[in-house]
């Protein structure tokens, strides 16, 4: 054991004594750099701000990074100092000055550190340290707030927050001398209403296009000051989206196959109808219609729509393995159903029930457990999600034909067209009792504009023999959307027969003269909401499409303005 | 009237018995002896406590006020209260040295013989308080500056010490300069303080008239003597004194100096010659005292500003530009204090 002498054991005491002054400083001290770091992490969110509406990037998606960066330089500010070891000598000026003390721990300090033993050293650090034992810590450095430090962030989040919402003068100036800006931004809004009208479908399927939409769609507005650069990444989303489609051929080639063998029964007749529109939005409805009437169906009927469904997942086997197991499903659960229906109407036993299916199955379901409903289901389910994606590369398509166009490419793009025109020339060779699966599995390799279309206005081989897709003679235009079911051509394609608005004879084509339609408007008050007229003005599209009034190449604009109009 | 400090430490005084004083008795009798003479001095607390520490550091102090301020009576109220032999000299130009220090006379032996015998002078007092100094020729202001620094005076070849304590309390009136002898810097420089006497207040001039014109004075009690006197200036020497704070003196010292480079631009301007290294003798042993005084068994900051006035004004030397401009030593020094950093 050491006996200390009377001074080191005041020194020990006085430095314990400085120690816990020097704890509550730090506390203190890590306030503060805490509001310096919130003042640091301020001024580097102005910086990023500034650079972000130097790219017109500011949205509300970056404030969760300017938040993190501001608390967190605050955090790592404020924590780092509080590692920081105090000088005790420097405590104890400290604490002199602020408990007024008049010297008396610095010159104990001294006093110990020389270790002075005389009685009026001693008496010294003795007085110190009762004085320092009677401090009150938070009276003596009580938490001030950093006001400085506080305002400072405040009024640079304040400049920060003012710079983000306001425009940039030079990129305004530079849209204004650009417009493929302001077309491809709204390209980037279409393309993100599209994935939002994606979430509204509810498909668990579809969520990686939606988030493939949602990521291109930033990707082309962060680029939209530069439309070229904007238009690579509409070309590359427009390009995952396809590859996401690579078994929507196999699919429509399928529906269009098995649509004659489910005509022939009255209870499928919907969904071949359904087929033979080509609209997968109706066949994945009909075939939602016909999981739920299933259940509903007697005996006899289930048998017969067995058979018919047997029959058709035989068809479909060539063009798409996983519609024909589908079918197949359904046919063995509703076939299953009928011989447990059977067996409980011979005895009633439980028993019987569950061994009155097929080969050990549970009665109702396949032989791997699903019941017909939920094959229909699930063939609906792939139906509509192949629809989506159709109707997300159709837009795709509309919006890089609306960005080539105004940055004057518009003749650009034939060779790429014959790929995104499969599936709608599958549609259309649907159309003529699904004779045209062959030609829908052809992957637009003839790149002859015109030709294609015609293609699937003539429809290729019967529907059994077309699962090779070997005619290589695919659209030579890109889709425009449903529209292509009827017409086999695409109206959101690039315009390659121009034609001549209708003026009833007044201007030749090369004249320009004042627009007829932005004349002085009449003062009459309006008699209907617009909500009543609505409906009638969103089918003019369609009529105007179908007579003929709309040219070519805008009916989709016509369209999807219609569209947007609707989305209100 | 003076006002005691109430912040006196609560150690018990036999918490630190060695023999000799302890801090608690040297606070209670410096405090008796302030509260004695405050009985008799009534409105001079500053001047009491100045001279005081002056006393107790071992020094001797240059009261300087116009007459009747009660500087004669201040200095008579101490030796009372420290009961100490005391004597008076008022200076006039026709004084001579021997008539301060002594002189040798011839006188009759028993034995019918003749001898030389010094007759000690006024000096040989333990409390010697010289009135209007600055009325002598300058070969007796030297002849008492010298007792004041050497503490003894020669006759003949005779060398005589004075009594232990020796503390000499000078005065002078800063009017009436017509035929007298200013002290030349380098005597000035032998008193640790130079104190200015001001004028009482009416309140206190109110009660100086109800106290010394009534049937009785008051007369203060003797607190100590001088061997107690001396302990207590021993035990001061022994105050602690930080670093900083010794090299916060130390920088007001050099500060006052106009050569110095970071001295105020007032005193390089209005400043002959700073504070000479004996001024920060004064600094420090004035807020030893002080600090005593005080409560504290250190020396604060507050000590050495607080004694600053006192221990500088006499060294600090202004030139002619000063005196055109109406400048004072302590409004320089004042300067220098507040605009010297702690750290």
Known sequence: ???????????????????????????????????????????????????????????????????????????????????????????????????????????????????????????????????????????????????????????????????????????????????????????????????????????????????????????????????????NALEDLEEQVQQMSAGDDQLAAALAAIASALAADPTTQNLANAINTGDLREISRAAKDLAQQTEQLSGQDRQRVAKVLRDSSNRAGRASPSVAGELADAAAAMGAGEGADNADGADGSEQNVRQGGSAGQQPGTASNGRSAREALNELS???????????????????????????????????????????????????????????????????????????????????EDGGSGDSGEGGGFSTGGENQNRTGVSGLDTITRPEQVPNGGLFTPDESTQNPYLGEAGDGAAQAGDESVQPSFSRKPTQGNDSGAIPLGLRDLVKDYFSSLDQK | MTVLPANVPSSSPSAHTTGGPTPYRFIETARAIESEVGRVIIGQPEVVRGVLTCLLAGGHALLEGIPGLGKTLLVRT????????????????????????????????????????????????????????????????????????????TAG??????????????????????????????????????????????????????????ASMPHPSQ?????ALLELMHFAREVPVADTVLRYAVRIVRRTNPETPDAPAEIKRFARYGSSPRGLQSLVLGGKVRGLLEGRYNVAFEDIRAVALAALRHRVILGFEADAEGITTDKLIHDVVTTTPEE
Not at chain 2, 91 to 105: C, E, K, Q, R, Y
Not at chain 2, 223 to 227: E, L, P, R, S, Y
């Open chain 1, 1 to 231: 054991m050491t006996l200390l002498s009377p001074s080191a054991t005041f020194h020990a005491e006085l430095r314990e004594q400085l120690s816990g002054v020097g704890r509550a400083l730090s506390y203190q001290r890590g306030l503060v750099w805490m509001a310096r770091g919130l003042a640091v992490g301020s001024f580097a969110v102005l910086l990023m701000i500034v650079w972000a509406w130097s790219k017109e990037a500011v949205s509300l998606q970056t404030v969760p990074t300017f938040a993190a960066v501001l608390f967190g330089s605050a955090i790592a500010i404020g924590g780092i100092s509080l590692f920081l070891r105090h000088d005790t000598r420097d405590l104890a000026r400290r604490v002199d000055h602020s408990a007024r003390l008049n010297e008396r721990s610095i010159t104990a300090l001294e006093l110990g550190a020389r270790g002075e033993e005389f009685p009026l050293a001693l008496a010294q650090m003795r007085d110190a340290v009762e004085h320092l034992r009677r401090i009150d810590l938070l009276e003596t450095f009580p938490m001030r707030l950093p006001k400085r430090e506080l305002l400072a962030t405040f009024f640079i989040l304040v400049v920060a927050a003012l710079i983000g919402i306001s425009p940039n003068p030079w990129l305004l100036r530079a849209r204004a001398s650009n417009p493929a800006i302001n077309i491809a931004r709204e390209q980037a809004q279409r393309v993100e209403r599209l994935a939002n009208s994606i979430r509204a479908e509810g498909s668990p399927e579809l969520d990686p296009l939606r988030e493939l939409l949602r990521k291109g769609a930033r990707t082309i507005d962060a680029r939209s000051n530069e439309p070229g650069d904007a238009l």
């Open chain 1, 381 to 463: 389910n792939n139906a509509a999600a192949a629809a989506e994606r159709q109707r997300a590369s159709s837009q795709l398509e509309s919006s890089r034909n609306a960005l080539e166009r105004s940055l004057g490419r518009t003749q650009s793009r034939s060779g790429q067209a014959g790929r995104s025109s499969s599936s709608s020339n599958s549609r259309s060779q649907s159309g003529s009792n699904g004779q045209g699966s062959g030609q829908s599995a052809a992957q637009g390799q003839g790149g002859e504009m015109g030709e294609g279309g015609e293609q699937g206005g003539n429809g290729g081989s019967p529907g």
């Open chain 2, 78 to 153: 101490i030796g009372e209260a420290l009961d100490l032999s005391f004597s008076r000299v008022q200076f006039t130009p026709d004084l001579m040295p021997a008539d301060i220090t002594g002189t040798s006379i011839l006188r009759d032996t028993a034995e019918g013989m003749r001898t030389l015998e010094f007759q000690p002078g006024p000096l040989f007092a333990n409390l010697v308080l010289a009135d209007e100094v600055n009325r002598a020729t300058p070969k007796t202001q030297s002849a008492l500056l010298e007792a004041m620094q050497e503490r003894r005076v």
């Open chain 2, 157 to 214: 070849r005779t060398t005589h010490t004075l009594p232990e304590p020796f503390l000499v309390l000078a005065t002078q009136n800063p009017i009436q300069m017509e035929g007298t002898y200013p002290l030349p810097e380098a005597q000035l420089d032998r008193f640790l303080f130079k104190l200015t006497v001001p004028y009482p207040s009416e309140e206190d001039l109110l009660r100086i008239a109800q106290v010394t014109t009534g």
């Open chain 2, 223 to 227: 607190v100590a003597d001088g061997t």
